[in-house]
């Protein structure tokens, strides 16, 4: 089974912060995603990689940024945290690049106060 | 008009009914298409794939209907375990990367 994990299921932080949020799959899927879902938006591509120190912007990466120096890991990092960055954080990873199934990791609850 | 589109719902169904519901697209040379399950404060799980021939596993059919742009999830005999949103995906294009894009989901909840 493939295992996507992230490094927490609750984070609160203060506007301003510097905020990381990590994934980690363990079935060496070359492809890396992270959303961010919010009610009746539904997922909305943040950033995602298809390949170590490769990155690509998604439908909404303002304010966000990410990091690939390893092939099971991709981070995402909110420069400057705002209350519009509340939001519910998944991370996916999928074998082969575009159309193929992702599978998503448990999520991160972000609230930035 | 929205690239995937879903009935938000919500959906109320009695135990043991059948019900569908469908998922339109807005791109014709779209491929790939997929039908997630994501319960309440959880993530996406994968249900079933979506093949041009269409497809069953157990109680769930999944069809695919690309004169109409359409894919379409049917759920017989639900459980209350059924109760949960059911988004689909479909494969889309942006700037020339290829991606999965999501509906927003439909909320189905199964009434003893």
């Known amino acids: 089974d493939v295992k996507v994990t992230q490094s927490s299921r609750y984070l609160v932080k203060r506007t301003g912060e510097k905020v990381f949020l990590e994934c980690v799959q363990d079935m060496d899927h070359e492809n890396m995603f992270w959303y961010r879902q919010d009610p009746g938006l539904g997922l909305r591509l943040i950033y995602f990689s298809y390949d170590v120190k490769m990155k690509e912007k998604g439908d909404i990466p303002e304010g966000y940024s990410v990091s690939r120096e390893k092939k099971e890991r991709f981070s995402l990092i909110l420069e400057s945290a705002s209350t519009n960055q509340t939001s519910m954080y998944l991370c996916a990873s999928s074998q082969r690049e575009g159309g193929y199934e992702q599978y998503f990791g448990p999520g991160t609850r972000l609230t930035v106060t | 008009r929205k690239e995937v589109e879903q009935d938000p719902g919500p959906f109320n169904v009695p135990e043991g009914a059948t019900v569908a519901f469908n998922c339109t697209y807005s791109n014709s040379a779209s491929q790939s298409f997929f039908w997630y399950r994501q319960d309440c404060r959880k993530e996406p799980k994968l249900l079933m794939s979506?093949?041009?021939s269409g497809n069953e596993d157990g109680r769930f059919t999944a069809q695919l209907n690309r004169a109409s742009q359409y894919i379409s999830l049917l759920i017989r005999d639900s459980k209350l375990s059924d109760s949960a949103t059911y988004l689909c995906a479909v494969n889309m294009w942006n700037f020339g990367n290829e991606k999965l894009t999501f509906g927003t989901g439909t909320r189905l909840t199964i009434i003893p």
């Open positions: 979506v093949y041009s």
